[in-house]
């Protein structure tokens, strides 16, 4: 069977009171995301690109936020799982291509250490795993500093 891409998108709005989580780590900021979940917007936006290069839908299909199993949950747990469904479907990953979207904070310094938990979540190469980091040059709610956004394309293959 030929090789199968997926693409996931997730944005969530800073919030008081809560602890920053991206890439199953725990970042050093004053806010974090707003979400049903932990709101880690690069592991939601991989679980949405696995999932679609599956043909598996999506993760709110998957793990729905009307769910209360489902609140404040690790998203590293809904990685895990969303991995064996896909590898239940015959899958495998070959590689992910990332990106964060953030103004603040600065992200660079900790991508060594989310690459490593993802592929330790995941059971993969860390080198299957990219993640990169950029801004908006202050334009959008980004810019703004209201959130973060992340990006994510998957290869998979049978």
Request: with cysteine.
């Amino acid at each position: 069977m030929a090789p199968r891409v997926g693409f996931g998108f997730d944005v969530h709005a800073f919030a008081e009171g809560r602890d920053l989580w991206l890439g199953g780590i725990k970042i050093d900021h004053p806010v974090g995301l707003l979400g049903h979940s932990d709101a880690d917007v690069l592991i939601h936006a991989i679980c949405d690109a696995l999932l679609g290069a599956a043909n598996l839908r999506d993760i709110g299909h998957q793990f729905p936020p009307s769910d209360d199993a489902y609140k404040d949950i690790d998203s590293k747990i809904l990685l895990r799982q969303t991995m064996k469904l896909i590898r239940e479907a015959g899958y495998e990953l070959c590689n992910i291509d990332s990106t964060i979207v953030a103004e603040q904070p600065k992200l660079n310094p900790y991508i060594p250490l989310m690459q490593k938990t993802l592929s330790d979540v995941m059971d993969v190469d860390t080198n299957d795993i990219s993640i990169k980091a950029t801004t908006t040059e202050r334009l959008g709610f980004t810019g703004r500093r209201e959130g973060i956004a992340a990006y994510a394309t998957v290869l998979i293959t049978k």
